[in-house]
């Protein structure tokens, strides 16, 4: 499994991995993660819009490579998003800092994943 900068420590690197990534995914645009704590905190705290009541969850799913160099490649999305947030997701995707890449049998490795992350627009 490749490892994410800052997740080296982690318990649970996959967990870790996951969140790290979700939270890289929404970088910079107008959603935030359904099921993050400082995003309940946020909704919980203050008003967003009149209608924030009316916000709906999206499920998104990740489809990408984390190659054997580390890097992110062959990035897809899947979910009802506009095409600008799409377009703003794969770049973000397409961003991600280089890892510490997967092995198996001692080489480095292209690790293909998915991965569903729920979002809440503002």
Same mark, same amino acid.
């Given at each position: 499994m *490749?490892?994410? *900068?800052?997740?080296?420590? %982690?318990?649970t690197?996959?967990?870790?991995?996951?969140?790290?990534?979700? +939270?890289?995914?929404?970088k910079? %645009? @107008?959603?935030v993660?359904?099921?993050?704590?400082? $995003?309940?905190?946020?909704?919980?705290?203050?008003?967003? $819009? &009149? /209608?924030?009541n &009316?916000i709906?969850t999206?499920? /998104?799913?990740? =489809?990408? !490579? /984390? @190659?054997?160099q580390?890097?992110?490649k062959?990035?897809?999305?899947?979910?009802?998003?506009?095409?600008? $947030?799409?377009? #703003? =997701? #794969?770049e973000?995707?397409k961003k991600?800092?280089?890892?510490?890449p997967g !092995?198996?049998?001692? +080489? %480095?490795? @292209?690790? *293909? =994943?998915i991965? *569903?992350? =729920?979002i809440k627009?503002?």
């Open positions: *490749p490892i994410f *900068p800052g997740c080296e420590e %982690s318990k690197v996959k967990e870790c991995f996951s969140a790290s990534i979700a +939270k890289h995914l929404v910079n %645009s @107008d959603y993660l359904a099921n993050d704590e400082e $995003t309940e905190y946020y909704l919980e705290n203050f008003e967003v $819009t &009149e /209608i924030s &009316e709906k999206k499920k /998104i799913k990740c =489809f990408f !490579t /984390i @190659d054997y580390g890097k992110a062959k990035v897809r999305l899947q979910g009802n998003i506009d095409r600008g $947030t799409r377009k #703003k =997701f #794969k973000n995707l991600l800092p280089i890892m510490k !092995t198996l049998k001692g +080489k %480095s490795v @292209d690790i *293909p =994943f991965l *569903p992350v =729920f627009q503002f």
